[in-house]
């Protein structure tokens, strides 16, 4: 039986990803996985940064991984937007 990842959302600021600190090895968007990183196991080890901080420090696959969560967001959200109703103006 496989378990879902469960996620806690960071509200919006200027500090879009949540990298962990223990293994800098995994970046989020906007949310950070609970109860612990699911690569090394951290509890409570997420820092926040923009996209530019993590293309100026982050390895290839990190940068990688932002970039994804970005673009994997952005493509929900058109969705979400979608199914809210639509006020006519006249």
């Known amino acids: 039986m496989a378990s879902t990842q ?8 200027d500090d879009d990803f949540w990298v962990c600190m223990s293994c800098l090895n995994e970046v989020f968007y ?5 109860p612990d990183c699911p690569s090394c196991h951290g509890v409570s080890t997420y ?4 996209l530019e901080a993590v293309r100026d420090w982050g390895t290839d696959e990190l ?4 970039v994804a969560a970005q673009e994997a967001a952005a493509a ?3 969705a979400v937007e ?9």
């Open 82 to 90: 979608s199914a809210a109703p639509v006020e006519a103006t006249e």
């Open 6 to 13: 469960s996620f806690w959302p960071v509200s919006h600021r």
């Open 47 to 50: 820092e926040g940064f923009t």
């Open 30 to 34: 906007r949310k950070v996985p609970m």
């Open 76 to 78: 929900a959200e058109p």
């Open 63 to 66: 940068i990688a991984k932002a």
